[in-house]
């Protein structure tokens, strides 16, 4: 009798043993291996930090120089004079305030109609948006091209700008979700104390909803700085009104292949306001991500 | 009656209301979509320059891209990259996610880390590849030598090596894929594994019939945003390569833009764009209709 209790028990303390240190196995092998994918991703960002501040003729020789020694903060200055990176930085600053205004603008308000408000249409227009989302902008490219061909909108802003006024199927979608999670009541209290419905949109649905109003500036901010192919379409023919991701493009063409140093000192300088809002931001980064990528 | 008229009254206000709050998506929608999508089905019908006015073809365009060589070469090479990249970071970002959801001391730190590349996408990431990958004086080769005794290819400018190399560039930006993933694994209740645990299933099987089966409804959504995503590649392609070497990067949407504003054979990439829309729609059919066999939706109890 005994024995057995005393051999189950040693058992239970072999198993017990066996699972902490299966456990520790894993731990270690799970933090080696979450350093060096950290590493594997800093590689190339340090690789492009350290080229940015390196002398010309530095840039080839091998073994490469990692922290390079004087650092040549003035390749920065020399890329803004070799190209007006100044002018496209602003330009780029221009169009994504204008956008996120217009998609912070239009947006909530067409949000709020679906989330809220009653109308025998409603199922289907919603089914609308969400079937525009599924629409690849490259069906419409052409014939919106020939549009603000005849508007006499290439060369100008308008074209990158106009549209989010008008409402983006995503940001809709995203709102819509975030307002149907505010509880009914609140609308109702709000309704007593006599708010009609554009006070209870202002007062209680707005005010309520600033992390989904966050998270929808962020995405429209990281897309319009990064967006290349449509400034690509529509600013080509006015080179004042280029794009900071234009300027890299047209950069990498006349001295490509060879000044890399002040390459990567432009690209730094254009990603440095979305690191920084990520770094700011990065509660509403997530958070949008995990709505947009996980419900659909 | 009296109190019927005034509620349909209201209910009329509130349907003003909501047209009025709607106005902006609907002048969008026919303006920007709906009317745009018309006039691209005539369009393609069209040969169209902008300069000289439309002339009528029929399908003439669609018969073209039929016996166009560069269409059926952009196809293989964006399919090549679809399935690549798709299969690539879907099995990456899992793999990474699952390693992140055990109780990680630092997770944070670690999810800030991996999404940091996907904040700096666009220009900026194609021109530090392109230096990385250069097979001269990239950081990458350099590494490859030092480290592991290899000599590496020429990369981006090697014709068998450039889709590779955009590939493992994509792996750079999976940090939000790695996000919804790890959010998807952090929803798995607990006691399921729990229940396992205690029937004696070991890890491989709770993979296999708990992890999985409650990831599918994520990993359908991320297969199908992620093939609609690698079929309209453009900027890495456009920038880094210019499609080459040898059209060995000719992606689809690139050579669609090149016809559109390049060549300006605006009713010919109107063609293009159709063919994109319905092969885009099939794989989306396709991937919804195995999807009942794979995907398992939690049956609600309530």
Avoid at chain 1, 7 to 12: E, P, Y
Avoid at chain 1, 203 to 216: C, D, E, G
Wanted: charged share 10%.
């Amino acid at each position: 009798m005994t024995t057995t209790a005393q051999a189950g028990r040693a058992d239970r303390e072999m198993r017990g043993l066996r699972k902490s240190v299966s456990r520790a196995l894993g731990d270690a092998f799970a933090y080696t291996f979450l350093i060096v994918v950290g590493v594997i991703i800093l590689v190339p960002v340090a690789w492009m930090l350290s080229t940015a501040v390196k002398s010309d003729g530095n840039v080839y020789p091998f073994p490469p120089q990692w922290i390079p020694i004087p650092p040549h903060w003035e390749n920065f200055t020399r890329a803004f004079r070799a190209v007006p990176f100044g002018r496209f930085f602003l330009n780029t600053v221009v169009i994504t305030l204008t956008g996120i205004t217009g998609a912070l603008i239009s947006c909530p308000l067409v949000a709020y109609a679906f989330a809220r408000l009653r109308c025998r249409a409603k199922n289907v227009l919603f089914v609308m948006v969400l079937a525009t989302m599924m629409l690849p902008g490259q069906v419409t490219m052409v014939p919106l091209y020939i549009l603000y061909r005849r508007l006499n909108w290439i060369g100008t802003f308008a074209p990158l700008v106009v549209p989010t006024f008008l409402g983006n199927a995503y940001y809709i979608f995203l709102l819509r979700q975030f307002f149907s999670t505010i509880p009914r009541p609140l609308d109702d209290a709000a309704t007593i104390d006599g708010c009609g419905y554009i006070g209870r949109f202002t007062r209680i649905i707005l005010p309520l909803s600033k992390p989904a109003l966050a998270t929808v500036a962020i995405f429209s901010f990281m897309h319009h700085w990064n967006d290349f192919m449509t400034p690509m379409i529509y600013l080509s023919s006015s080179r004042t009104r280029w794009t900071m991701t234009m300027g890299l493009n047209g950069f990498r063409g006349a001295y490509g292949g060879t000044q890399w140093n002040m390459l990567m000192a432009a690209s730094l300088v254009s990603v440095i306001p979305p690191l920084l809002l990520f770094f700011f931001a990065q509660r509403f980064f997530i958070q949008g991500i995990v709505i947009t990528g996980v419900k659909g | 009656m009296e109190a019927r008229r005034r509620l349909t009254q209201r209910a009329r206000r509130e349907e003003l209301v909501f047209y009025l709050c709607v106005l902006p998506w609907i002048i969008g929608f026919v303006g920007l979509q709906l009317g745009p999508m018309i006039s691209s089905v005539f369009f393609s019908l069209t040969a169209y320059n902008i300069i000289m006015p439309w002339r009528w073809l029929g399908l003439a365009n669609y018969k073209e891209i039929l016996t166009d060589q560069y269409f059926w070469i952009s196809l293989r090479v964006t399919s090549i990259y679809s399935v690549g990249s798709v299969a690539a970071n879907m099995f990456t970002s899992l793999f990474v996610a699952s390693i992140l959801n055990r109780d990680i001391k630092g997770l944070s730190w670690f999810r800030t880390l991996y999404y940091l590349p996907s904040v700096v996408s666009g220009v900026a990431v194609s021109m530090l590849w392109m230096y990385i990958f250069n097979p001269e004086f990239g950081i990458l080769n350099y590494l490859l030598w030092e480290v592991f005794g290899i000599r590496g290819p020429s990369w981006i400018y090697s014709e068998t090596w450039a889709l590779p190399s955009l590939i493992l560039m994509g792996l750079w930006g999976i940090g939000g894929g790695i996000i919804i993933y790890l959010a998807g694994l952090q929803g798995i209740p607990t006691e399921l594994y729990e229940a396992a645990e205690i029937d004696g299933a070991g890890g491989w099987r709770k993979l296999l019939h708990i992890t999985l089966p409650m990831m599918s409804p994520v990993i359908y959504f991320q297969l199908v945003m992620g093939i609609i995503g690698s079929f309209q590649v453009f900027t890495q392609a456009y920038v880094m390569t210019q499609g080459g070497p040898h059209w060995a990067t000719l992606f689809y949407v690139l050579y669609l833009y090149r016809n559109a504003f390049e060549t300006f054979r605006m009713g010919y990439a109107s063609a293009l764009a159709w063919v994109l829309f319905a092969i885009l729609v099939t794989l989306t059919l396709l991937v919804t209709r195995s999807a009942s066999s794979w995907v398992h939706y939690e049956e609600s109890v309530n």
